[in-house]
Structure formats: structure tokens, C-alpha cells
């Protein structure tokens, strides 16, 4: 009898040990395709007019979106996706990829790349609402925008604070329209 219950459990610890493997053997190269993604996103912005820039944002943008298909909820390779397409000047296409994430989780850093994508498409007002929301919510999310756009983002959150201790806010600040 006892030897009949074990074999189940046998089985099911297998299992469960092959998905965890799987699994492994699936993230893996999407952490490489990130990691590889994001150096050379930061490389093409630290030499913006480099011949090079082009070729190796379009690398990053293939390196994310086969990240971003193997681990489809891994919010990193998504947000190095959305940042290739922005500086490819495919702001909608960035919004397109930005909006059922940030539907189903809206943190700061896909909110502030979602501004940027709406200003990558003329959406200036748009792109101020996503980059105040991520500033409402995480004042150090901001960090990377040009001084002048953060200090005035910043003392918009502080007004806001102020109406809001006072009772004359009720809600956060809206997102952006994002269903086109």
C-alpha cells in the first residue's frame, strides 16, 4: 500500500522538478538577451550621433522581442522592447507593446517609457500625464528626465499632495488615454 502512494509522489516531484528545469532552460537566454539589450541601449545614448547607433538599437529591439516572447511577463524585457522602438521613432508601436502591461501592472519605469513613447508620437500632453502619474507614484522614477521637465513634474506632485491632504483631491493623477 505504502509503495503504491509513493510512486504518485514520485511522479509528481518529477514533474515538478522537469518544469523548474524547463523553466530555467527558457529564462536563461532571455536574461542574456536583457542584459545584452540593455548595454546596448545605453551604449547607443552615451554616443547618440555614432554610425554605429542605428545598428545597435535595431540589435537590441531584435535581442528584447525575442526576450520579451520566451518570458512574455518579464516587465524587463518589455520595457527594453518599448525603449528600442522609441528610439527607432516607433513611439506607437512602443505604446501598442506598453498598454496591456501597464493595464495589468502599472509600475513607474513602463509608465515613464510610456511617456516617452507618446512624446515620441507628438502626444505631448499625453506624455505629460504618464510621466506626472509615474512621479506621483514613485518620485525616483523620473530621475532620467531632463532637469527642467522633473522640477516641474515634481512641484506638480507637491500641489497635488497639498490638494490632496486638503481633501480636494480625490483621485491620483489620471493615466493617459491609452485605447487608440
Not at 62 to 77: F, G
Not at 111 to 120: D, E, I, K, Q
Not at 164 to 172: D, K, M, N
Request: charged content about 20%.
Amino acid at each position: 500500500m505504502t509503495a503504491r502512494l509513493h510512486r504518485p509522489l514520485r511522479l509528481a516531484l518529477a514533474a515538478a522538478l522537469l518544469m523548474c528545469g524547463t523553466f530555467e532552460f527558457i529564462t536563461y537566454p532571455a536574461e542574456w538577451q536583457i542584459a545584452s539589450a540593455n548595454s546596448r541601449l545605453e551604449n547607443a545614448l552615451r554616443q547618440p550621433n555614432d554610425a554605429n547607433q542605428v545598428t545597435s538599437v535595431n540589435l537590441a529591439l531584435e535581442l528584447s522581442r525575442r526576450a520579451a516572447e520566451s518570458t512574455p511577463y518579464d516587465v524587463r524585457a518589455v520595457l527594453a522592447y518599448g525603449t528600442a522602438l522609441t528610439m527607432l521613432r516607433k513611439g506607437g508601436d512602443a505604446v501598442n507593446l506598453l498598454e496591456p502591461f501597464i493595464a495589468h501592472a502599472e509600475r513607474p519605469e513602463l509608465v515613464v517609457s510610456l511617456g516617452r513613447a507618446l512624446a515620441a508620437t507628438g502626444d505631448d500632453s499625453g506624455a505629460h500625464q504618464a510621466f506626472l502619474r509615474a512621479a506621483w507614484a514613485a518620485p525616483a522614477s523620473i530621475a532620467t528626465l531632463p532637469k527642467a521637465i522633473r522640477t516641474e513634474l515634481l512641484n506638480e506632485v507637491a500641489s497635488l499632495e497639498g490638494d490632496l491632504t486638503s481633501g480636494r483631491l480625490s483621485a491620483p493623477p489620471p493615466m493617459p488615454r491609452l485605447s487608440r
